[in-house]
């Protein structure tokens, strides 16, 4: 989803408005080359997602290369050519070496990059990584978090499927358009995100918490470096909006308000689509005893008179034809309990992209500052 | 209990309304240029176990309540079992808020399209409505609520709680929660933009004019019981008392519902306000109770009032004035009885839900038929502006409205009995007619075409054979396409639309999931 970028920094007096990255050396003409701009923030257009290249003035004369994601949206026409032109350009400005690499979250739009041109990333120098602590395998928040996005992106994946072979295309093709977000295939995001961590140097990205001192790099003395998000709070992470003062449990543990829900999702599809097998788990509602299969009920007359067959007490009667309607297969619920997977996505994407890591880029001298949210919405920025 | 809980909402409806219910035909889609085809439901069905998830709601499109279980949380139970099984069916509240949504329905198909602020809150504020009144009217309920309060219901942390158990039954109640914990404020209408807060003001208003009657009721109650201090001894009250004042609550609770429902027929069919609400409340409470022995409807236009709820167009907030307005032609006497005449009005109010269907129909178009081929172009002139819809063929019928082949603009007639008592105690009965006509208008960014309805409610005295009231939504009117424009690009605009039941298959599913 398309994002507020960032602000222009907020200026003080009117000098450096940010200047296009000035052209390599080889390629200018004759002339003195003027100094580089303090910072200078390159923003791709490769469509529908994020790249952001920052380079700042260094002490030595190279100047020092941020990059801030790498991904376009799934559904982009040619992805994989245009992510190609991008990173390609990338290599050569930066002259194959990135100081920092920075993943904000686990979104195909941030993250599609790692993927589709793993080849050119493997080719760049790269010396810090700088993650999200959402992405900590140490931590036991993160790791809860993660399960939890796994399971409900699994159930999310299964529901699609079984909305579509249930006929409920509409239902379907809106939980999908939500659940690209994580890639087409299952655990896409998480295997763009494991490249980029594997990437850092000693294979030890930086995890960011919120709080901390601000980060200073030797590099670069005149510039500071503020992680404003995720909020360690886990209710924070789950509120996407702020009037709404109730924190919903994605939690697909037992006891779960989604847990019934994931569970019918994942259990195995029946003959009927839309049917659910009973099993033995206290995740039915009832007991196998209790309970009669779709394809079984079909066949006892009860059912059948009533649900199946055609209406025997001239139900539908159209007064402009004085026709009478028997069919009363409209009146079906089959697939009205996978409907509530819509707002699961919904709030899959709104927990995900509240993981984001947000970073502030201060410019010590003037107290200028650039803000990179990432997708996090307001409340979660500390 | 389900079935329990439904059938009393529905008898409370019928009751109060003086006629079988009806639910809301069954519309199939159709391509663009297909005649609309909508056929008559006998039957509403209800689900129990129909979802996995924390939510219940009416389903238009296939006529049913669908009701959802979840396990409660591990750690948060709150009352339940940790971990258990906790199904919406099982609670009064959320299968009686469900049934109404379906009944209301029923009666103004019209009510689900969000035309203003109001209208959008309307059918929760009301499901909530019935819902809680229905619940107070069972004086088990409240007698442990009174002997507690000591008879004072408004005892804060007894409405809180009160409001606490519904609000946990029925979803999305935080705001339901405040509105009725805290005092009212003048500003409260004009503050609550979002469809959730603006119902909460609404229901706040009517369960202030609820607590009003009851203090009034039991006002010599407690006169009796203190010996006119007016100050109850410390510690429990008698037993005796708790049960009087509790059947107080429950029989106020009973007559502020049957008001809040039969005020429907005095409502305009489509585009609704609070304010006209409130003018429909007092109008049903005159024809009801025209001796106003506890003042209700003081009760009622306080509880308005306190919240800033004020109707449009009326000189001030007496009863007098609030009153909706006959409309002002006058047809003379035997004009009105070879209409009357022309339509079939051996009401069997008793039964067949399918004849009164039928029936309704076709008095509708008895009378659209009457009114071409019988007025005057004067008295159509007039009956035209009285009731803000376009009627007979001819140049002043803007281009926007479809009309027929010969230029008839085309216009959905529906009429309906409604009982009322007379002065003496006699029976009487009106007919509700219920006009609504489309005005198309091409959007100017889409270039799509957008439509949008106006329509009146019309209530003729059959045995006076006179017009009684006139309730307007002059169609074309330019101040309501703004206002319906302007909500639905807010209602864009914002993260959470309410609902759009163009958009949504299942537009009531939305309204109470995500919270």
Request: aromatic share 8%; with cysteine.
């Amino acid at each position: 989803m398309a994002t507020r970028k960032t602000t222009p920094k907020k200026t003080a007096a009117k000098k450096t408005a940010a200047q296009p990255i000035p052209p390599t050396p080889d390629s200018a003409g004759g002339g003195p080359v003027p100094a580089p701009p303090p910072i200078s923030v390159r923003m791709y257009r490769q469509g529908l997602g994020d790249c952001f290249l920052i380079a700042f003035r260094s002490a030595s004369s190279k100047p020092f290369y941020m990059l801030i994601d790498c991904g376009v949206v799934l559904g982009t026409p040619d992805p994989t050519a245009r992510m190609k032109k991008v990173v390609s350009d990338v290599a050569q400005v930066t002259g194959n070496a990135i100081d920092v690499l920075v993943a904000t979250h686990e979104h195909w739009d941030h993250v599609s990059g790692f993927v589709q041109t793993q080849d050119l990333f493997d080719k760049l120098t790269i010396r810090q990584v700088w993650v999200a602590w959402t992405e900590d395998p140490t931590d036991p928040l993160a790791k809860k978090l993660r399960a939890e996005r796994r399971t409900a992106e699994n159930a999310l994946r299964m529901a699609v499927a079984r909305l579509a072979l249930a006929g409920d295309t509409a239902t379907a093709q809106r939980v999908d358009s939500l659940v690209g977000f994580f890639g087409a295939a299952p655990a896409s995001t998480e295997q763009a995100l494991t490249y980029v961590k594997k990437r850092a140097a000693g294979g030890k990205p930086r995890y960011c918490h919120p709080g901390e001192p601000a980060i200073t790099l030797p590099e670069l003395p005149g510039i500071r470096f503020w992680v404003l998000g995720p909020p360690k709070d886990e209710k924070l992470l789950k509120k996407s909006n702020p009037s709404q003062n109730t924190a919903y449990g994605l939690d697909a543990g037992p006891g779960g308000s989604q847990a019934l829900l994931i569970a019918g999702l994942k259990s195995n599809m029946g003959a009927a689509a839309g049917a659910l097998l009973p099993g033995d788990s206290l995740e039915d509602p009832f007991d196998a005893m209790y309970s009669i299969p779709m394809v079984r009920a079909e066949h006892v007359p009860f059912f059948e008179k009533r649900y199946y067959g055609d209406s025997t007490d001239g139900n539908l009667y159209e007064k402009a034809t004085s026709k009478e309607i028997h069919d009363q297969s409209w009146r079906r619920i089959d697939t009205s309990w996978m409907g509530a997977s819509e707002t699961m996505a919904l709030q899959l994407d709104s927990a995900t992209n509240n993981t984001s890591l947000v970073l502030a880029i201060e410019r010590i001298a003037t107290g200028e500052i650039l803000l990179f949210p990432g997708d996090a919405h307001r409340p979660a920025i500390g | 209990m389900v079935y329990a809980v439904a059938m009393t909402t529905i008898g409370r409806f019928e009751q109060a309304l003086g006629r079988t219910a009806l639910w809301a035909p069954y519309m199939p889609a159709v391509k663009a240029d297909e005649r609309v085809r909508s056929y008559y439901v006998q039957r509403l069905r209800i689900y129990p176990h129909a979802l996995r998830e924390q939510n219940a709601f009416y389903s238009p499109p296939t006529k049913s309540l669908l009701f959802g279980y979840f396990q409660a949380n591990r750690i948060d139970a709150g009352d339940n079992l940790p971990g258990g099984l906790v199904f919406s069916c099982l609670s009064h509240d959320v299968v009686a808020h469900e049934t109404t949504h379906a009944l209301l329905d029923g009666l103004y198909r019209y009510y689900q399209y969000q035309t203003n602020a109001d209208i959008a809150a309307f059918h929760e504020a009301f499901a909530d409505i019935v819902a809680l009144f229905q619940h107070f009217t069972i004086p088990v309920a409240l007698k442990h609520t009174v002997a507690r309060s000591q008879g004072d219901l408004r005892k804060d942390n007894l409405l809180a709680q009160l409001a606490q158990q519904f609000g946990q039954a029925s979803n999305g109640s935080k705001a339901l929660r405040s509105a009725l914990a805290q005092p009212p404020r003048s500003t409260d209408y004009a503050n609550a933009t979002e469809p959730h807060d603006l119902g909460a003001v609404l229901l706040a208003a009517i369960f202030q004019a609820f607590l009003e009657i009851y203090e009034a009721r039991i006002a010599d109650l407690k006169r009796l019981a203190t010996g006119g201090t007016g100050v109850l001894p410390p510690g429990d009250i008698s037993v005796d008392l708790v049960n009087r004042m509790a059947k107080e609550a429950s029989t106020a609770a009973d007559h502020v519902l049957k008001t809040c429902i039969r005020a429907l027929d005095y409502c305009p069919p489509l585009d609704l306000t609070f304010g006209d609400y409130l003018r429909a409340l007092i109008t049903a409470d005159m024809d009801l109770e025209p001796e106003d022995q506890f003042n209700y409807r003081t009760a009622f236009i306080s509880g308005f009032r306190a919240r800033g709820i004020f109707p449009e167009d009326v000189r001030t907030l007496s009863e007098e004035s609030l009153r909706w307005q006959p409309p002002k032609i006058r047809l003379a006497p035997e004009r009105m009885h070879k209409m009357l005449g022309s339509l079939d009005l051996t009401w069997n109010l008793t039964s067949n839900r399918r004849q009164s269907y039928l029936r309704s129909e076709s008095n509708g178009f008895l009378l659209w038929r009457w009114l071409q081929e019988n007025l005057s172009p004067h008295e159509a002139a007039a009956l035209e502006t009285d009731l803000g819809v376009y009627i007979r063929a001819g140049d002043h019928v803007p281009k926007e409205i479809p009309t027929s082949e010969d230029g008839i603009p085309k216009l959905q007639i529906q009429c309906r009995p409604a009982r009322r008592i007379g002065r003496r105690g006699q029976q009487l009965t009106d007919l509700v007619v219920e006009g609504i006509q489309r005005y198309i208008v091409t959007d100017p960014d889409t270039g799509l075409p957008v439509t949008y309805r106006g329509g009146c409610t019309l209530l003729i005295d059959i045995e006076q054979e006179r017009f009684r009231y006139a309730v307007r939504k002059r169609v074309g009117s330019k101040s309501r396409i703004a206002t319906a424009q302007n909500f639905q690009r807010m209602a864009a605009d914002g993260s959470q639309s309410y609902f759009d039941p163009g958009r949504e298959r299942e537009p009531f599913a939305m309204l109470h999931r995500g919270e």
